[in-house]
């Protein structure tokens, strides 16, 4: 990564040089010095780049985006001499929407291998990522139906 690709790429994704140095673990000046080109942007940092664009992706109000997804194995049975899959794309105006229905979705034993991607192909949830993501949110669902059934606890004056 050049300090032309470097500056469009803290500028596509709206951070400062502060806040593009505190995501990268470095001072302002060293940000500043790479977009200068007084210093070379070391290809780790380029690496970390391309990861950060990925989470900045998927914050929730990120999109367009589609969910692919199957509703059978994508993984032919070994006696099966041809297997046929059909891929479901669905479009969403965003990830918390298309997440949203991934966790409906998810209710069903045949849903299999779902992802998110952008509208130039690239990958913004992986398959594994979005499943985990879908168990976290029934985790927090659970929990938060668990708090709301619990008795709340009598103050003093309901006791006296």
Known sequence: MDAISFLKWRKSLAYTQVEAAAKLGF???TVQNWERGITRVPTFVGLACVELTRQWKQRPEFGAVTLLYSEESIWPNPDDSTHEVF???EVYSNNEVAIRQALRLSKNQDFSNPLIIEPDGGVVWSAPELMHECD???QEARVK???SKRPKPKTRRQLG
């Open 87 to 89: 891929l479901q794309c």
């Open 145 to 147: 139906q668990l708090k």
């Open 136 to 138: 976290r949110r029934k």
């Open 27 to 29: 001072a302002r000046a």
